[in-house]
């Protein structure tokens, strides 16, 4: 049975309050310019699912108690990470801090009648139709400053398997932090007394000079010349996922944003003389002379901007796309600017690369290890997500590994969509100077049913 037509039940119980194992210093952390914008004030989904292993070896808690072992490896990793456990503050001038006042992170126990098996087993793949009842939502997730900064539901399944949702302030980390997080906690769960990276705060690396100084140019930031452009309603989405082989000539993250940006482009149909722009996730941890001290787990993303207009994009090869993806993949920087403005949405394509984001290996909570650990992607995505596309890895279940890239499109541009990527796939000398003659196969997966 296909994930996406299951019906299954979860109860959950009553939210309650993990709070840090020890008592902790009560203290005001400020955030960086660069976690203050008002582009990363909303909460991230999360999601991994474990399976339960067939042998335990040395394991220093019960193994069917997956719920206690969570919720204790929680608390003690709250020692060392007191700011998940603190509150957000206002100060005048629009700062926010972190008043760390050890209120706790939110805590959600849930059963699910399902199991892992029959969620997709080890080939388990977004999207998620029945995500929101693995994800705790709050009422009042829009007020951050009342909201904790941190939610984690555990779901049993019936198999002994899991599922370990999150929902985290984005303000406080970006990908790389949260897992930093979450393979501590796995550490503790599995027997450790403290994590084998200890976290580093220090947000103050990331603050602007004052005066501030841009001495490059950021496009992301740029006012869109196509202001009128209707952004499509939720109801009117559908999405597909494109599992690609490794490249020869570029790398394969660098080909396939030029690629689905160009492709998603004509889908879209943007007027010919209005700019679009693809903008990149790009960490920046080690990238520049001072690197960022072991263990820094704030916000580090910088969001460069390729721009073209809609008829250079479509007229020219696709070398032309990769050429623009290329520079601005090597000339990243960051802005450090108090009051940075939001990019806007507006004619713009988001790529991020989740690929390298740690291992399953490092998450491995005792006798369970991890069979997805990514994204929570649903059917119909938030407003964060729509127009966004993460990159995943991803082995099929005949053993090929590939890169599983959503696609959120209005159904007429999804068809586009469909014909360009499949007419490009078919043309001989694309494949033969692009793809390894050896894996050239694209294949295209339907989240839900196609309107095709």
Known sequence: MAFQSLVFRVRKREPEFIVPAKPIPYEVKYLSDIDDREGLRFHVPKILFYRKKDFCMGSTHKADDIVGVTKKALADALVFYYPFAGRLREVPGGKLLVECTAQGVLFI??????????????????????LEQLLYTPSNSEDILSCPLLFVQVTRLMCGGFIFGLRYNHTICDGQGIHQFVKA???????????????VWERH???????PQVTFAHREYDPPSNRNEKLPSLDDLNNVSSITPHLQACTTFELLTAWLWRSRTIAVGYDPNEEVRV???VSTRGKFHSPLPTGFYGNTVAYPAAVSTTEKLIQNHLSFALELVMQVKNEVNLMSVKGIPTISTLGTYFVSDMRHMGNAGEVDIGCREVVYDGP???????????????????????????CLVPIYLQRLAMKKFLLEIESMVNKTAFVQTILQPETSKLSLTSFRKSSL
Request: glycine share 8%.
């Open 376 to 402: 929570a992607l649903g059917v119909n995505p938030t407003s964060h997500f729509w127009m966004s596309s993460p990159y995943i890895s991803y082995t099929n279940n005949t053993g090929h590994k590939g």
């Open 279 to 281: 903008v990149i996730s």
């Open 109 to 130: 126990e849930a059963d699910a009648d399902v199991s892992l098996e029959q969620l997709g087993g080890d080939f388990l793949k977004p999207p998620f139709p029945c």
């Open 205 to 211: 690396l990331l603050n602007a000079r004052d005066p």
């Open 185 to 199: 906690l796995a550490e503790i769960a599995r027997g450790k007394v403290s994590p084998s990276i200890l976290p």
